[in-house]
C-alpha cells in the first residue's frame, strides 16, 4: 500500500473513530469559543486609537468574516466541481496512463508557495475577488483529487466484480458500489481542502480580494498590533470552526457500516 493510501486509510480511520465518540465533536467549538472571549478580554484591556475602533468594530468585522467566507466556498465548489469528476475518471481502467500527468499538474500547484500562486496569478489576471478564487482554486485541488482517486482505488475489486456478476451495468456499479464504498476517504478530502482554502484565503488580501488577511496586512504594515492579533485570531477561530461543521458533515455523511 502507497504512502497516500496510507494517510487516506487514516483520514478515514479519523472520521469513523469520532463518529463513535459524539462528545469529542464539543471539543473544537468549545476551543473556539475560549479564543474567541480571550480575544474580547484582550481588546477590552487596551486603549484603542480611532482608527483601530473603526477597523476593529463589530459591523467591519463581519463584513471581514463574510468575505473571508465567499472565498473559501467559491473556490472549494470550484475544486470540488473539477477534482471529484477528474478523479473519478482517472480511476477508470482507459483513463490510468494519463493519472501520474494529472496528478504532477496538481503536485505543482501544491507545491509551489501560495503566495507565489496567487503573485503570478495576479500579474496574469489582474487583482481582485476572482484571481483569488482561481488561485485558491489551483493550490487546494490536489487533496480532493487524490483522495477520491484513492478511495475508488481502494474499493475491494471483487466487490466490483460481484457488482457486474449481478448484470450490474458500468455507472451503476460506480455510482451503487465503488463511490459509497469511497466515500469516507473522499470526504477527508474534502474536509482539507476547506480547512486548506480558510488559511490560503487570508493571503487574497494582498491582491485586493479582502477578507480576514485585510486585518492582518493592516496590522503588519502600519504596526497596528491590536488589529493583527485580531486578524490572526480570527482566521485560526474561522479555520476551527470550519472544520468542525465539516466533521459533523463527515460523520452523518459517512455511509454505515463502510
Known amino acids: ?15 469513523a473513530d469520532t463518529s463513535k465518540k459524539p462528545w469529542a465533536l464539543l471539543t473544537t467549538p468549545l476551543v473556539a469559543l475560549a479564543a474567541a472571549g480571550a480575544l474580547a478580554l484582550y481588546l477590552t484591556q487596551i486603549d484603542l486609537t480611532g482608527a483601530q475602533r473603526a477597523t476593529l468594530n463589530p459591523s467591519s468585522l463581519a463584513d471581514a468574516v463574510v468575505q473571508h467566507l465567499e472565498l473559501t466556498i467559491v473556490s472549494t465548489v470550484i475544486v470540488l466541481a473539477i477534482a471529484i469528476p477528474v478523479g473519478i475518471a482517472l480511476s477508470r481502467k482507459g483513463a490510468r496512463l ?10 505543482i500547484g501544491q507545491g509551489a508557495p501560495a503566495i507565489g500562486v496567487i503573485a503570478l496569478l495576479a500579474v496574469w489576471l489582474g487583482i481582485g475577488f476572482w484571481t483569488a478564487i482561481v488561485s485558491l482554486s489551483v493550490y487546494s485541488i490536489l487533496p480532493a483529487l487524490r483522495n477520491t482517486l484513492v478511495g475508488l482505488q481502494q474499493v475491494d475489486p471483487a466487490l466490483v466484480d460481484a457488482g457486474r456478476g449481478i448484470g450490474m451495468s458500468a455507472p451503476a456499479v460506480l455510482f451503487r458500489v465503488e463511490v459509497p464504498l469511497a466515500i469516507p476517504v473522499i470526504l477527508a478530502g474534502i474536509r482539507t481542502t476547506l480547512v486548506l482554502n480558510v488559511g490560503i484565503a487570508a493571503l487574497a488580501a494582498f491582491i485586493g ?9 493592516t496590522g503588519v504594515k502600519l504596526y497596528e498590533f491590536p488589529v493583527l492579533v485580531t486578524g490572526s485570531v480570527l482566521i485560526a477561530i474561522l479555520a476551527l470552526l470550519v472544520d468542525w461543521v465539516a466533521a459533523i458533515a463527515e460523520r452523518y455523511l459517512h455511509p454505515k457500516g463502510v
Open 1 to 15: 500500500m502507497t504512502a497516500v493510501a496510507e494517510k487516506a486509510q487514516a483520514a478515514g480511520a479519523t472520521a
Open 98 to 107: 494519463a493519472t501520474p500527468v494529472v496528478l504532477a499538474l496538481a503536485n
Open 209 to 217: 480580494a479582502g477578507g480576514l488577511g485585510n486585518l492582518v496586512v
